[in-house]
């Protein structure tokens, strides 16, 4: 996994929480895998504005912290799927409160920003 240059503090609960879920595609990530098990190529096609580098390393971190699950086919032509962990499932109340939030505050930001 990516070595962070400043050390991970354990002792604060919403670090913890940002830790896993925050960042730009982590809950994006996870909110696509609660609709469907998908493979790493169709979630790069989900967020094309994304570099492929970045999304398979937010995937390899949720794989990493066991929010998702990566099972691999070797059959022909060899693949890889992504699925929600039971602990990813529980972070799905909390992504949607979030969003909520986010949707409620998006008048304000649009103000904000001088959008129409």
């Known amino acids: 996994m990516y070595k962070k240059k400043i050390p991970f503090e354990i002792d604060c609960g919403v670090k913890i929480a940002m830790e896993i879920f925050g960042g ?3 809950s994006c ?6 609709k469907k098990v998908m493979r790493p190529s169709e979630l790069h096609k989900q967020f ?7 999304i398979d390393r937010q995937l ?13 086919y070797a059959k022909l032509p060899p693949h890889s799927e992504y699925k ?3 602990v990813g499932e529980s972070l799905l109340p909390i992504i949607y409160e979030v ?8 008048p304000t930001m649009k103000k904000l920003l001088n959008i129409p």
């Open 84 to 86: 929600l962990t039971e």
């Open 24 to 26: 730009k595609w982590k």
């Open 60 to 72: 390899r971190e949720l794989e990493f912290y066991g929010i998702v699950e990566k099972k691999i």
């Open 29 to 34: 990530i996870i909110l696509e895998l609660s």
């Open 99 to 106: 969003e909520k939030w986010g949707d409620n505050y998006r």
């Open 48 to 54: 094309a504005e994304a570099s492929p580098r970045v």
